[in-house]
């Protein structure tokens, strides 16, 4: 009979045991969840789609000079803002467009070397703005997070309704919320 008994009580405290071990991870997993858990797996926009047409007023030389200038002038201001990355890659899709349209072969490529190299640069701060952004939020460092949320809600302005960008908007007042009081 006392065999009977210890089985059953071992029986008994292995299953508390294991009870409590899984309310014990469901409570860990849902730390994370509300913010890491939901976000869109792998689905981000692409900055760049489709090309800059030449605007076909005035003298088209002209027009691809100006918009190689104006190009200039926002690239130098990407590192304060990176909305004006995006519109200088823009810009640049002008220029060449305008250069082309007038003849201006070595105009063109000037615009697609200068083109080419902000692309690549922005997309490559995007990319690491997106990791970063997981690693923070994995990580719990709410106050990176949320930078992090607004560079890449700037870089994504140009935009508009994307399940990615979305969801940046929807969590930034959350991770505002934990950065404050982490802090």
Known sequence: MTRMLRSRV???VALLTLLTLLVLAS???ARATPIVAN??????????????TCPLRGDVLESGRRSEELARLRTDRYAYDP????RAVRRYEEAESCYRAAGDELGARRAHHARATLTARVNTDYAAAR?????????????VALSEIRRLLLLTDHIGRHEYVEWLSKIIGRVTVKASIAS
């Open 39 to 52: 976000r869109p797996f792998d689905d981000y926009p692409e900055l760049f789609v489709g090309g800059g």
């Open 83 to 86: 909305r004006d990355g995006v």
């Open 131 to 143: 990791l970063n952004l997981l690693n923070a939020l994995e990580q719990e460092r709410w106050s």
């Open 27 to 29: 409570w860990l997993g």
């Open 10 to 12: 071992n029986g008994i």
